[in-house]
């Protein structure tokens, strides 16, 4: 069975298709600057030559015929024809409080995307783009819906609630949401078979360091807390989100700046690492220059790991401890030093990380605490793109 994995962007998209027979990725590729002057598509195929197309591309529906001829074209491709599709799974940002788990895309799955669209304006609607798109250019072939707040939705009230009146709750669902759930499900997922435990069994902290950031507790396999919040811009400091703010600050910058929409801009792509070296928001830049000493380089690395090492602390402590700590992701993957930084001072709480496990690992799968260390501390590069397949394979076998 192939199944074939959009991840879409406002002007992005992003496709995997899979043989389940294995889990293999048969191709894969990235369309950029869709609707923008200078689209590109970059197809990959794991046993042939990569492709790159140039030429504008006006939209999503566009994007995905491109993408659909590249897998099934002469020298391109790695189907037949498009019948071998069976169905398609999409990242979809957003499910608001409606969806604990993936559903199979209907006209009532579309509604309530789209009703969440005030909730993620720029991601929802490019989801729903490449939804659209994908009953235009393969009718009868079922989409499944795979929701980045899904896994999330098991956190009790005292965690997804603010302390701000419950009308706003009761009325406009104002909460914490968080996101990177299907990372996260992923991660912990794998984290317990690492450690030939039933999950039910297990306290993880997962810990999704990237560009975008964030940290979630799981106990028994479920969430029962998460650092991003209502938007994705809570939690740890990230390469242009501030993370965690004082409310205050926030409404100091719509005044000083003039506007929310400003505002929201300077908390979203100006801030966090960005915002402090004032060099770069790519952890490896800045990595460099505070190797260097450039001094606000080192201060953004000290603020992230010293985030890091307060939301793990302060999760082992809503769990009543920790079986194990996961790293993935960008940054989690492949510094060792956040890694070790951001465990550094939490030997009080039972980890012990061994340096010459963590020292110079990147992007491989590993336990790097040392065997007499209570915590089990991981590396596990997630797979985002598998779980939505595996979702959707799941889904569609029970309706056939
Ligand atoms: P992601 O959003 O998961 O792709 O992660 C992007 C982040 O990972 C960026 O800040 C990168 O600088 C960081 N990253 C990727 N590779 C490395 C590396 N080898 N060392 C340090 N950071 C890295």
């Given at each position: 069975m192939k199944i074939l994995v959009l991840n879409c962007g406002s002007s992005s998209l992003k496709y995997q298709l899979f043989d389940m027979q294995g889990e293999a990725v048969m191709a894969k590729g990235l369309v950029e600057r869709i609707g923008i002057a200078g689209s590109r598509v970059k197809h990959v195929r794991v046993s042939g030559k990569d492709t790159i197309r140039e030429g504008d591309i006006p939209d999503h529906t566009e994007a995905i015929k491109i993408v659909l001829g590249l897998l099934t074209g002469a020298d391109t491709g790695v189907i037949a024809s498009l019948g071998d599709i069976s169905a398609v799974g999409h990242r979809v940002v957003h499910g608001g409080e409606k969806y604990a788990k993936s559903v199979m895309v209907d006209s009532s799955v579309i509604a309530s995307i789209e009703e969440c669209i005030y909730l993620a304006p720029l991601h929802n609607p490019a989801n729903l783009a490449g939804i659209h798109a994908m009953q235009t250019s393969l009718p009868g072939v079922p989409n499944v819906a795979v929701f980045d707040t899904a896994f999330h939705q098991t956190m009790p009230p005292e965690a997804f609630l603010?302390?701000?009146?419950y009308k706003y709750y009761e009325k406009d669902k104002v909460r914490r949401y968080s996101f990177h759930g299907t990372s996260h499900m992923f991660v912990s997922g794998r984290a317990a078979e690492v450690l030939g435990r039933p999950i039910e069994s297990l306290k993880i902290i997962t810990c999704h360091l990237g560009n975008g950031s964030s940290l979630a507790a799981v106990d028994g396999g479920r969430c029962v807390d998460a650092s991003m919040g209502m938007s994705t811009v809570p939690g740890i400091i990230m390469g242009t989100r501030s993370g965690d703010v004082d409310s205050a600050v926030a409404l100091y910058l719509v005044e000083r700046e003039g506007g929310a929409a400003r505002a929201s801009d300077i908390l979203n792509k100006e801030s966090g690492l960005l915002g402090i070296s004032g060099l770069s928001s790519d952890l490896r830049d800045i990595e460099s220059a505070a190797a260097e000493g450039n001094e606000r380089a080192c201060l953004a690395v000290n603020m992230l790991t010293r985030s890091v090492k307060k939301y793990i602390a302060s999760y082992a402590a809503v769990m009543g401890g920790a079986d194990a700590i996961a790293f993935t992701a960008g940054i989690g993957e492949n510094s060792d030093s956040v890694r070790r930084d951001s465990l550094a001072g939490l030997e009080f709480m039972g980890v012990k990380i061994d340096e010459a496990k963590n020292k110079g690992l990147r992007g491989k799968e590993a336990v790097i605490s040392s065997s007499d260390s209570r915590v089990k501390v991981m590396v596990i590069p997630t797979n985002e793109e598998l779980m939505i397949a595996r979702d959707t394979l799941k889904l569609t076998q029970k309706k056939a």
């Open positions: 603010y302390g701000v009146p």
